[in-house]
T-cell receptor, first 111, second 111 residues
Framework: DVKVTQSSRYLVKRTGEKVFLECVQD?????MFWYRQDPGLGLRLIYF???????EKGDIPEGYSVSREKKERFSLILESASTNQTSMYLC??????????FGQGTRLTVV | ELKVEQNPLFLSMQEGKNYTIYCNYS?????LYWYRQDPGKSLESLFV?????AVKQEGRLMASLDTKARLSTLHITAAVHDLSATYFC???????????FGSGTKLNVKP
């Protein structure tokens, strides 16, 4: 079974903190993604990566950055957390031409 | 701007009844994916539809794709309570493994 593991299920951070969300997949997938999920808005793509050290902006990259130093790991960084970044964050991975497999999600609260 | 619209957004139905969820998208895409999300859980892949006219069935769920109409349907037959969840469709219009999601349809099947 494909496994996508996010480092935390729940996080509470203060406004202005730098926040790291980590994601690891064990199936040698080329593609990795970070989405945020908010009620009524579905899933919105923040960043994705199709190879090590490669990244592309999604639809809502502002306030976020990413890092992919190894194929299995894709990190999402909130440079200076703000309250409007309170959300559920979902990491996913895929091969070419297949569906995405999702991690269990990280519910981030910024206070 | 690419749009993926699902309707209805909320669906409450009795066990044993049939119903259809619709997914419309605004740009050409040969690929469409259906996912299920249980409360507090991540997304689970249900169906992968890769060509016009594709039909997939699993238990009481059947998904179809009409790429010319830019429409996919998820049909529920003789609903049971265990099908209660939120269902998402997603398209990959550029065949680049960049997925765009609908807002989701929250299904509640009443016993």
């Amino acid at each position: 079974d494909v496994k996508v593991t996010q480092s935390s299920r729940y996080l509470v951070k203060r406004t202005g903190e730098k926040v790291f969300l980590e994601c690891v997949q064990d199936m040698d997938h080329e593609n990795m993604f970070w989405y945020r999920q908010d009620p009524g808005l579905g899933l919105r793509l923040i960043y994705f990566s199709y190879d090590v050290k490669m990244k592309e902006k999604g639809d809502i990259p502002e306030g976020y950055s990413v890092s992919r130093e190894k194929k299995e790991r894709f990190s999402l960084i909130l440079e200076s957390a703000s309250t409007n970044q309170t959300s559920m964050y979902l990491c996913a991975s895929s091969l070419q031409d297949t569906e995405a497999f999702f991690g269990q999600g990280t519910r981030l609260t910024v206070v | 701007e690419l749009k993926v619209e699902q309707n209805p957004l909320f669906l409450s139905m009795q066990e044993g009844k049939n119903y259809t969820i619709y997914c419309n998208y605004s740009t050409t895409s040969d690929r469409l994916y259906w996912y299920r999300q249980d409360p507090g859980k991540s997304l689970e892949s249900l169906f992968v539809l890769l060509s016009n006219g594709a039909v997939k069935q699993e238990g009481r769920l059947m998904a179809s794709l009409d790429t010319k109409a830019r429409l996919s349907t998820l049909h529920i037959t003789a609903a049971v309570h265990d099908l209660s969840a939120t269902y998402f469709c997603a398209v990959d219009p550029y065949n680049f493994n960049k997925f765009y999601f609908g807002s989701g349809t929250k299904l509640n099947v009443k016993p």
